[in-house]
């Protein structure tokens, strides 16, 4: 982790002003990841932007929580798929400012989840944290692969094995697409 820090190296959190996929359209990441994941949402006043309230169906836990903006909006947060931490071990510290603000806004490395789950994932990569919800393994691992590829990260033995093992289970998941950035992303087999 020699050099890393999160703001100085990947930029503000949540920016809208990155070259990340759906950036620059004047409400910021994190409130454009809720409004994605979220169902049943409000919106603050007669903001399109701030996500007052909605329903979240946690892929990380399986369980349902209900979002409400103000002292307990850390019921949801939004997770790095490939953590920052993570990334930075595995080829992000020689990515350039920019590519690192886009990896740390992109849509695809994001996803709304349990505040606890993902406090407990923290920088932990696929050979050191999963979803409690099996049923998601496959998916998430699936887009880290996504993230790794298209940022160009790489993985680490460990890790490689604990993909393998999840992918075994579930030979025919696809890979997130990713139309915006043209990138060819590998094949998962």
Known sequence: MTGYDREAKFGPAWSDSTTA????????????????????????????????????ADPY???????????????????HVVALGASWRVGAAQLTQQQRAALGNDPENLIAASGPANAAKSDGDAATWLPANKSFRCTYVARQIAVKAKYRLWVTPPEKAAMTRILAGCPDQPLPTDSSSGVVLPDLK
């Open 61 to 79: 836990t399986g369980k349902t929580i209900h979002f409400v903006r103000g002292p307990q909006s850390a019921q949801v947060q939004i997770d």
């Open 21 to 56: 996929p759906g950036a620059q359209n004047s409400c910021d990441t994190r409130n454009d990841v809720l409004r994605r994941d979220l169902h049943h949402i409000t919106f603050k006043g007669t903001s399109r932007c701030v996500v007052a309230t909605g329903t979240l």
